[in-house]
């Protein structure tokens, strides 16, 4: 599963450097006097959806979309567990129903009815790929982290409980440190 977390965030890396390159380049040519491009927005907003998608299944594998975590904050043992198992089965059927099945069968269409980008010339079947694609990320990472749930010993901590959060590790010990030291500083003494 790591091999195809660190994959996928590769993946997005070297989607975003492609935008930034590929909108600098629409800058330059519509600014110099050149012959302003006319595949680069349609290839920024391609990328920008292909970002966004993908980019939704790396943050349910890191745990960082938003979430109301108020209900299983306040439950613990079987309770909690209970919600959460349901939570990730929920997201495993909408994963499942909308973005595999769906964005196949949009997919699939679009092939059947060749339809192409205007300024590209691609079909559109490859572009609208990232809907089953990112789909199946989230279903492969909902099934991991039901397997994990399920195995757990312990209570496991909300996803998104403010204690555990990959982003805010250490954000506690580091204000307490900070406090701590302003203390140790004597106040500046104000002449009048």
Known sequence: MQKIEKALALVLGSLLALMVLDVTWQILTR????????????????????????????????????????????????????????????????????????????????????????????????VYSVLPLSG???????????????NAKQELPSEFDSGVHPYTEGAESQSVAEQKEKQKQPEAVVEA
């Open 136 to 150: 199946l990320l989230i279903c492969l990472f909902s099934v991991d982290h039901l397997i994990e749930l399920v």
């Open 31 to 126: 600014f110099l006097p050149m012959q302003p491009s006319s595949y680069t927005e349609e290839l920024a907003r391609y990328l920008l959806v292909w970002i966004g998608l993908l980019g939704g299944a790396y943050a349910y594998r890191k745990r960082s979309h938003l979430g109301i975590d108020l209900l299983t904050n306040a439950l613990h043992g079987a309770a909690r567990k209970s919600v959460q198992i349901f939570v990730v089965l929920v997201c495993f059927a909408f994963a499942a129903s909308a973005m595999v099945y769906g964005g196949a069968k949009l997919m699939l269409l679009t092939f059947e009815l060749k339809q192409y980008s205007a300024a590209l010339n691609i079909p559109m079947g490859f």
